[in-house]
Each structure stands twice: as structure tokens, then as C-alpha cells.
């Protein structure tokens, strides 16, 4: 069986063959791998294969016959897969093409680890060897005689064949694709950059072409000095050589991105262990896996799927998720990412989630859309675009004019020099790659770092936010509180209390809840049943307990049920004081007592305020909780400002009002109840682990779930929009300089005309640039 690695058999082979090149191909992704770098590698029947990460060696030693098979080839995807524009992601149709306004091809939308190397980067750089091998005589001739006077013994005549011979080619084969999408945007009315790269190419190519082929019907204005009508099969060639360079560029820059995401999705393992019935183990590969499988895994080991911890306790890095390197405890009942490593104990996991619907998978989703979202800031470089294809195309009439009625002779041969290179140097390549691809490696780069991003709106929005809202339970504390004491009422026993208490709370998720039920269940509590169980939303839980009437919420929500909590005042105001959080119980109508929750505040939180301080952001508190443990955790902290007791709506409001008031608002929260508010602001942020609601809210999800996140988001969404800035800075004024250059600006004062190839390098030099300037995001430091 033949296999690519086969031309690039490694030094060391059996033979003691030398490899003659320095490349090989991965036969997982198809990318192409240097020798020399330092990537993994693999033996397989005494070949070595060479792969571009970890994650693609794995998948390979796990099944080498899947890609080393005949069918190696990934298989095309389903019918009735949408593809969609990389810059233009409101196109979407079943099947490839080519995008009707851009010209560019189309891409699957959904990312899949298995989809192979976008084929324009083998096919384009088939066309570029080509191209470059066919131009490079028509380059030497040309700049031999021009700088060197160096000509060829050849009459002009056959000179002339010899170079239609070889720029033809280059035009119509190498050049083809942006031959054929100029001629769709023309047919379309869409105008974009292939608009003009065709019209200077033909018209370079034809002109050469008839002066070749019926030299006589060229006008003496079009002649030389010598006579002889001017060739320009060089400008053509050399313009859809640069052309194909600067494409091979952009096209890489994508798919690095996209090789980001494939590397992300195989930090999952390949194979697990699966746990039978009579308690062996078997090794599996991970996609036979399904939901209530169990799962043993060792130290050392990633988590193959998301699920649940069984059996045992260990301690999880889950830098890979969240960004945050150190190491999370994990018991019976904790959930697990898959990916995360395993770095201690050994267990068991229950799978719950597997495949497509990992957490990983959804990331990296979430991620490629949100990769081809648009910016509002890219609507100006749509505007622009708009008129300025038409723009250039009237620019180079003119300059065709100016030079044929007033320039020296040759007045027409200037004329078409000054024409198509102001239809190539003006090409606006550079403008419509200056927002999507900054926006495509920033995002990449924020979910390497635990920073979600759902458009690219959110994201830009969030780099002018000067008010952040943040809700108090699970954002700024712990989001697991702890029971910190119980005061009964008269009669009342406090065991008791705290028993009825927790049997009823058991039925409502909230963190406070489950510290009264862990409290009890510590203490060995049995717990009844509760029924006619009700939580109005951010106020409290009723229901009723060993035929008692239970109501369990603050003071204002009890006197809703007729039931006064004044003796119990100083009690818990001094608890609140010390950051406690007090929650008042009564029974058949009557006070019964108070408990006490503590919820520790984050570990680095007041670090993270100061630095978001330092951002120029104000900080308002948003908190269903009392006002005095509020401001507590507030003072504790620097909190600017602080709301207290407001319901979910109340959030909502405030948000509202804080917009009203000139101020552009981030709200972050990871609750049901903060998923109005989330609605609500310019830019909803959802934290950590928080209610699906609550992420379905945001523009942001902070997978860290801590205000360092907030820090890093911050940072990444400032990184970007000055990237995209200067990007779009720098095409608006390579274009404005370009044009006039290209018309002959220079040539009354210094006899400069600037010659068609020129401007090709020139214009490939732009999107250079600016795919170089995108690139600095990957290194961006959070």
C-alpha cells in the first residue's frame, strides 16, 4: 500500500535511508509536519509516521488501519451540510461554492475533529510551484533588460511567442480561480477584490497577447522607443504569483486557527476504560462510550467524556477549561470536563455527556461560530468596501485618460502601465481581512485562556464597558456557603428546627439550601419528606413538612406569610455583619428561629477588583442578599457600589437604569436569577459552571468562573479591537497612498511610474501585514 510517508522515509528506517526532504505529511490532518522541529512521532510496520501535535499521534496509534487505509481520505460531509463564508457568515447554503459577494470558498459551519485541511491550500499551492516556475523567466528577462540592459539573442517576434508561451499558462490555469470569481462578481454586482485582480490580469494579459499575435493593429502611441509594441506577460504572471502568495496566507492563518481548535478537541482522549458488570476493566475507543457507562480513570489519565465522580477522590487540572492551572478537588457526586487530567487518586465516573455534547465539543463550537461572527466595527470596512471597488475602477479610467491625452510618449504604453496598476495596488484585500481575522485568532486566543466568546458584538462591546455588575453569590464568593449557626424562638429546639428546615430545602438548588441540607446530613438527620413544595423565584421556598406549614426566606418575605421576625433583628444583624447571610424559618405561621449561611469570599478576589479597578471599571454589587452582609462582602472587597435585596427583575432594573444613565453595562452572574439582567446589559457575562439559562443570557461565558476571568476577558477584548484598529488603519492608508502612486504621482517630480508588478508585491505586502499583526494576538499575555 502506498502512503505519502513513503517520500519521506525517516533517516533511521530499516533501509538507513536518508530522507531527501525536510517535510512529511500527518496522516490524521493531512498537514504538512517538518522533520526537524520536534513533533511526535510513531512506528507502525517499521515506517516512522510524523504528526503535527500530540492529540493526532494518539488518534493514530489508537487505529492506524483508519488512516492508513485505501479510505484514508475523510469522507466528504453529510448531505445537507450548510456551508458558510469565513468573511461573510450571513451566506449559507447547503453544499461548497464560492461566496456570491466575496468570491471566497465556502466552509462547513459546524467544526468537526475530523474535517481535513482546507483543499484551496493544496490546490493553491500546486498553482503557485507552477506559476513561479513558468514566471521566473518572464521576471529575469524583463528586470535583465531593464536595470542590466541585458537582452536575449532573440528577435522580438520569437521573444514574444516565448513569453505568451509561458504567461498563458500562469493566467489561465494558475490564475483561474480568481479569473473565475472576478467574472461571478461582475455577473453578481457584488464588486470585490477579484473584481479588480481580473481586470488588470486580462488586461496586462491581452494587450501582450494581440501585440504578439497581430502586432499591427497596436497604435504607434502604444509602441516603444523602438518601435515595437511593449509586452507586459511579466505584470500579468507576476501578479497572479504575488496574488497566490498572499492567498496561501490568509488561507494558513485560517486554518491555523482551525488546527487550534482540532488540537483543543484532541486533548480528549482516544480510548478509555470502561468498567463491566462483574467490575473488570476493558479498554474501549472513546466514540463506543455512551451516557451511564462506567469509567475508570487513573492518575496521569484525561477525562474522557464529561460526567460524574462515583467512586474515589483525586485532584483535576482543568487548565484546559477554565485557564486556571491549579488543580481542583474532586468526590462522589463532582462533575468532570473531559480533557481535564486526572493528576492524583485514582476513579470511578459515570458518563453523562459524550461525543458532540462534551463540553469540549460545545467550546470549540461556540468557538468557530463565534469565529466567523461580525463586528460592528466592521461595518465601516463594509461601507468602504461598498463604494470602492467602483471607486479604483473609475480611478484607473482616469488615470488612463490623464496619461493618454497629457503624458510623454509612449502616451498609451504609460497609460496602460499607470491603469492596471492602480487596479491591483488598490486591491482591498487588506481591508476586508482587517476585522475577521483579527477577530478570528483573538477569540481562538481568549478560549485557550477560559474566555468564551459568543460574537464578535459581545466582544467588542466589552472593550468599552465602564460599569460591571456583578452578582454576590458565586462571582464574587465561593458559591458554596457554608452553615454557620442556628438561633431557635422560644420553644423551638434547634436540632429540630434545623431537621424541618433542611427536609424542606432539599428540594430547591439553591447554594444556601444546600448548606442547611449538608448541616443536617452531617449532624445525621433524618429528613421527611416535604410537599406542596414552592420557591418564588429569588425570594424563598415554602411547602409543608411533617404536616407543619413551613415558610423559609428573608424577614420581608415572611411577613408576606403573616409571620413577624423581629425578635430575631439583633441576632442576625450580627451575623450579617460578620458576612453571614441570615435566613428566617417559620412555622404554621409563627417565627420559629434563623440560620445562619457563611459564603466565603474568592480567593483573589480583591486582587481582581483592583485590577478591573485599574481597567477604568466600576463596580456595582447586584445581590438578592441582606444589605448589611452585602456591604460587608462589599467593604471587604472595594466594591464601588452596592444594590441589595433586589429580586431578578429588580437586577434587570437596575441594569437598565445604570444604561440610562449614560453608562455602557457588563453584568455578570451565573444564576437563573440573574439571567434577566444578563438580557439586560450591553454585554451579559456568564460565570463558570452557572445555570444554562444563565449562558443562553450572555455574550461571554468565563469558564473560570472567577472575577480573574473578568480580568482576562477584559484584556482580550481591548487586545483585539486595537488590533483590528490598526489593521483597519493601516489598509485605509496603504490604500490612500497606494492609488495616487499607482496613477503616477510621482513621475513629473522624480520620472517614477510604478510598473504593475510592483504593485502586485506591494498589494500581496498588505495583506502580509496585516495577517502578521492579527497573528500577535496568540501571544497576547491575560
Avoid at 488518534?59 to 453529510?78: G, H, I, M, N, V
Avoid at 478591573?612 to 454589587?621: I, P, Q, Y
Avoid at 488590533?723 to 489598509?731: D, G
Wanted: net charge negative; aromatic share 4%.
Amino acid at each position: 500500500m502506498s502512503h505519502d510517508h513513503a517520500a519521506h522515509a525517516h533517516a533511521s528506517s530499516a533501509e538507513g535511508a536518508t530522507a531527501e526532504v525536510a517535510t512529511a505529511r500527518d496522516p490524521v490532518c493531512g498537514m504538512t509536519v517538518r522533520l526537524d522541529a520536534g513533533k511526535p512521532s510513531a512506528e507502525h510496520d517499521g515506517r516512522t509516521f510524523h504528526f503535527c501535535c500530540e492529540g493526532c499521534r494518539t488518534k493514530f496509534t489508537a487505529d492506524p488501519d483508519r488512516y492508513l487505509s485505501p479510505r484514508a481520505p475523510e469522507p466528504p460531509p453529510p448531505a445537507g451540510t450548510i456551508y458558510t463564508c469565513p468573511m461573510h457568515p450571513e451566506v449559507r447554503q447547503v453544499g461548497p461554492g464560492a461566496c456570491p459577494k466575496c468570491g471566497m470558498a465556502l466552509e462547513p459551519e459546524a467544526f468537526s475533529a475530523d474535517q481535513p485541511p482546507n483543499p484551496e491550500i493544496a490546490d493553491f499551492t500546486r498553482r503557485l510551484w507552477i506559476g513561479a516556475v513558468l514566471t521566473a523567466p518572464l521576471l529575469v528577462a524583463e528586470m535583465g533588460a531593464h536595470l542590466f540592459g541585458l537582452r536575449l539573442p532573440l528577435s522580438a517576434s520569437v521573444q514574444g511567442w516565448g513569453e505568451l508561451a509561458l504567461a498563458t499558462p500562469v493566467v489561465w490555469w494558475a490564475g483561474w480561480p480568481f479569473l473565475e470569481r472576478g467574472a461571478a462578481s461582475l455577473k453578481s454586482g457584488h464588486l470585490n477584490m477579484f473584481t479588480l485582480i481580473a481586470l488588470g490580469v486580462m488586461a496586462a494579459w491581452l494587450f501582450s497577447t494581440v501585440a504578439v499575435l497581430a502586432p499591427g493593429v497596436i497604435p504607434a502611441e502604444f509602441r516603444g522607443m523602438d518601435g515595437g509594441p511593449p509586452l507586459y506577460f511579466e505584470a500579468a504572471a507576476v501578479i497572479v504569483v504575488l496574488v497566490l502568495v498572499g492567498q496561501l496566507l490568509e488561507l494558513n492563518a485560517r486554518e491555523r486557527t482551525s488546527h487550534a481548535l482540532r488540537a483543543l478537541l484532541d486533548l480528549a482522549p482516544a480510548r478509555a476504560l470502561r468498567v463491566r458488570a462483574d467490575g473488570t476493566d476493558e479498554d474501549v475507543a472513546v466514540e463506543v462510550v455512551r451516557p451511564g457507562d462506567r469509567l475508570r480513570v487513573r492518575p496521569g489519565e484525561k477525562i474522557p467524556v464529561d460526567g460524574e465522580v462515583l467512586e474515589g477522590r483525586t485532584a483535576v487540572d482543568e487548565a484546559l477549561i477554565t485557564g486556571e492551572s491549579m488543580p481542583v478537588g474532586k468526590g462522589p457526586g463532582d462533575s468532570l470536563a473531559a480533557g481535564s487530567l486526572n493528576t492524583s487518586g485514582a476513579v470511578v465516573m459515570r458518563a453523562d455527556k459524550v461525543g458532540a455534547d462534551t463540553l469540549l465539543s460545545q467550546i470549540v463550537q461556540l468557538v468557530a461560530q463565534a469565529q466567523r461572527s461580525r463586528a460592528p466595527i466592521q461595518g465601516l470596512a463594509d461601507r468602504v468596501a461598498g463604494w470602492f471597488v467602483p471607486a479604483v475602477v473609475a480611478a484607473a479610467v482616469a488615470a488612463f485618460a490623464v496619461w493618454a491625452l497629457v503624458g510623454p510618449q509612449p502616451r498609451l504604453a504609460h497609460a496602460l502601465v499607470a491603469a492596471v496598476s492602480v487596479l491591483i495596488i488598490a486591491c482591498p484585500c487588506a481591508l476586508g481581512l482587517a476585522t475577521p481575522i483579527s477577530i478570528m485568532v483573538g477569540v481562538g486566543r481568549g478560549a485557550h485562556a477560559g474566555v468564551l466568546v459568543r460574537n464578535a458584538e459581545a466582544l467588542e462591546r466589552f472593550a468599552a464597558v465602564d460599569t460591571l455588575a456583578v452578582d454576590k453569590t458565586g462571582t464574587l464568593t465561593e458559591g458554596h456557603p457554608a452553615y454557620a449557626g442556628i438561633e431557635p424562638v422560644g420553644d423551638f429546639d434547634g436540632a429540630v428546627l434545623l431537621r424541618l428546615a433542611a427536609s424542606l430545602e432539599r428540594s430547591s438548588e439553591h447554594p444556601i439550601a444546600r448548606a442547611i441540607v449538608e448541616a443536617a446530613a452531617a449532624r445525621g438527620y433524618a429528613l421527611a419528606e416535604a410537599t406542596d413544595f414552592d420557591a418564588p423565584a429569588g425570594r424563598g421556598v415554602t411547602g409543608t413538612v411533617e404536616g407543619r406549614r413551613l415558610a423559609i426566606g428573608s424577614a420581608g418575605f415572611l411577613a408576606e406569610q403573616g409571620a413577624d421576625a423581629a425578635a430575631l433583628s439583633d441576632w442576625a444583624q450580627a451575623k450579617r455583619s460578620e458576612g453571614a447571610t441570615v435566613v428566617f424559618v417559620a412555622v404554621d405561621g409563627a417565627v420559629a428561629g434563623a440560620l445562619a449561611v457563611a459564603d466565603p469570599v474568592r480567593e483573589g478576589a480583591r486582587a481582581a477588583v483592583e485590577a478591573l479597578h485599574a481597567a477604568g471599571l466600576k463596580l456595582v454589587m447586584l445581590t438578592g442578599d441582606n444589605a448589611v452582609t452585602a456591604r460587608a462582602v462589599a467593604d471587604r472587597l472595594g466594591i464601588d457600589e452596592v444594590r441589595a435585596e433586589v429580586s431578578p427583575a429588580g437586577k434587570a432594573q437596575a441594569v437598565q437604569a445604570l444604561r440610562k444613565a449614560g453608562k455602557v453595562v457588563a453584568m455578570a452572574g451565573d444564576g437563573v436569577n440573574d439571567a434577566p439582567a444578563l438580557a439586560a446589559a450591553d454585554v451579559g457575562v456568564a460565570m463558570g459552571g452557572g445555570a444554562d439559562v444563565a449562558k443562553e443570557s450572555a455574550g461571554l461565558t468565563l469558564l473560570g468562573g472567577d472575577l480573574s476571568a473578568l480580568v482576562r476577558a477584559r484584556r482580550l477584548s481591548r487586545a483585539v479591537m486595537r488590533n483590528i484598529r490598526q489593521n483597519l488603519a493601516f489598509a485605509f492608508v496603504y490604500n490612500l497612498a497606494g492609488v495616487p502612486l499607482a496613477a503616477g504621482a510621482l513621475y513629473p517630480a522624480f520620472g517614477w511610474l510604478l510598473s504593475p508588478a510592483i504593485a502586485a508585491a506591494a498589494m500581496s505586502l498588505s495583506s502580509v501585514s496585516v495577517v502578521s499583526n492579527a497573528l500577535r494576538l496568540n501571544a497576547a499575555k491575560l
